[in-house]
Structure formats: structure tokens, C-alpha cells
């Protein structure tokens, strides 16, 4: 089992993660590449909401083919194309995962690999078997 903590003497997350999360010996990793808010068929939404629903869908739906769920999350980074885009971020997030509180960054960027991207979420999952 994965232990999220925050050790006493430093604040307390801005969010729903943790400042820290060990990983036991023996549990199986999956690093997730980064995913975008695209559908199935390459279609990019223009609606940034609709496109960081995708973006933690499609990590969720990778880590559901190895058998890994949200409570499996070790650590979270989101790469978000303007600021004004953070709530949007942040409900997407809260919606997929829950209140599950992985390892988590935000970092905002002038742009992804295409034009028409605005969100971008990797991750790092790990679970015993």
C-alpha cells in the first residue's frame, strides 16, 4: 500500500495532494506518457474542460489496462497551456480522481505539441501484485 503523507513543519498542500508518497518494495511501476485531452478518433475539443476530462481519462484508461486504478497514483504532473485555465484543471482532476492525493505539480506553459492543445497529464502509478 502506497503511504501519502505530509510531514509536520511544512504547509499544507494548496490542494488534494500529498508532499509525499513512499512506494514499498515489491510493488510493479507504470510510467504513464504524457496525455492530452484527444479522443479516441484524434479529435482535440476546443472546450479546455472537455480537454482535461480526456487528458485524466485517457491516463485512467491506461492504467485500467494494467489493472491499476486512481488509488494506485504515486505522483501527477500537469501541464497546463495559460493560467486561466487552472480551476478548469483542478475540477477535471477532483472529478477523476477523487479524493485520492497523489505527488503532485502543476506548471504552466506557453504551449504543447500542437496548436490546439491545453492540457497535458503524466503520471507515475504503483501497485503490488
Known sequence: MLKRFTPDGIAAPFSNYSHGVVVPPGM????????????????????????????????LAIMAAEGLGPEDLVEVTAYVVGAEHLATVRAAREKA????????????VSALAAPS?????????????
Not at 480522481?97 to 506548471?107: C, F, K, Q, V, Y
Not at 492543445?117 to 501484485?129: L, P, Q, R, S
Open 28 to 59: 510493479r511501476v507504470l510510467f504513464l506518457a504524457g496525455q492530452v485531452g484527444i479522443t479516441a478518433d484524434g479529435t482535440v475539443p476546443d472546450d479546455p474542460a472537455e480537454q482535461s476530462d480526456l487528458a485524466f481519462s485517457n491516463m
Open 97 to 108: 480522481l477523487g479524493d485520492i492525493a497523489p505527488a503532485s505539480t502543476m506548471i504552466f
Open 117 to 129: 492543445m491545453m492540457i497535458e497529464v503524466k503520471g507515475i502509478a504503483a501497485k503490488a501484485d
